[in-house]
């Protein structure tokens, strides 16, 4: 079974641009998790989809925006980058159902320079 | 709320020694708990998990770590560390299996040979 996919895998944007990364889970997966990586913070829970709706929720700024659609894939969006948004980030997906046998997969992460 | 403590944030062991990587948690209700690793440019790779079914828990690679509730830890260790375990391990826990996962810190781990 193919893993989680991100794309791009590395971006390079300047500062006020907007950027939208991708992810595609798991086949089956209806739960998408983001997931911010900076040497700073650590590892910092941005937003989680299941079934299209937004479900869990971060504590991040409205630039921060995700969406998913009916075949699963999500995208996030940052809108007017910020030098201190340069981060991997990370696609997590799950069943959702929860539970004990609940496991997030992660993908290659998309690595997001601001220049 | 949940928290995840990981003691020491480098490690570093001689190839063939134990590897001991330590977390603590902190939960409101009986957590589950997961051990990740991450490769320089990758992303996360789960080594193994904890669901209350057994409190010994095997993972990959000859990972394993043990649950203990009155400690609060969750431990992961490797009898003999190889040269490819160099890499950064990731401690999580989360209430159930649909909420976010909380990290801890981070420790990296280097093997010397």
């Known amino acids: 079974k193919a893993g989680v996919t991100q794309t791009p895998r590395y971006l390079i944007k300047t500062r006020g641009q907007q950027v939208t990364l991708s992810c595609s889970p798991i086949?089956?997966?209806?739960?998408v998790s983001w997931y911010q990586q900076t040497p700073g913070q650590g590892l910092q829970f941005l937003f989680e989809?299941?079934?299209?709706?937004?479900?869990n929720k971060g504590n991040f700024p409205g630039r921060f925006s995700g969406r998913q659609f009916s075949n699963s894939r999500s995208e996030m969006n940052v809108s007017t980058l910020e030098l201190g948004d340069s981060a991997l980030y990370l696609c997590?997906?799950?069943?959702?159902?929860?539970?004990?046998?609940?496991?997030?997969?992660f993908g290659p992460g998309t690595r997001l320079t601001v220049l | 709320a949940q928290s995840v403590t990981q003691l020491g944030s480098h490690v570093s062991v001689s190839e063939g020694a134990l590897v001991l990587l330590r977390c603590n948690y902190s939960s409101s209700v009986p957590p589950y708990l997961f051990w990740y690793v991450q490769y320089p440019n990758q992303g996360l790779q789960l080594l193994l998990k904890?669901?209350?079914?057994?409190?010994l828990v095997k993972g990959i690679n000859g990972f394993e770590a043990e649950f203990k509730k009155s400690e609060t830890s969750f431990h992961l260790t490797k009898p003999s560390a190889h040269m490819s375990d160099a890499a950064e391990y990731f401690c999580a826990v989360t209430p159930s299996g649909n909420t976010p996962l909380v990290f801890g810190k981070g420790t990296r781990l280097s093997v010397i040979a």
């Open positions: 989809y299941f079934s299209e709706t937004q479900r």
């Open positions: 997590a997906s799950s069943t959702g159902t929860g539970g004990g046998t609940d496991t997030q997969y």
């Open positions: 086949s089956g997966h209806r739960s």
């Open positions: 904890y669901t209350s079914a057994a409190t």
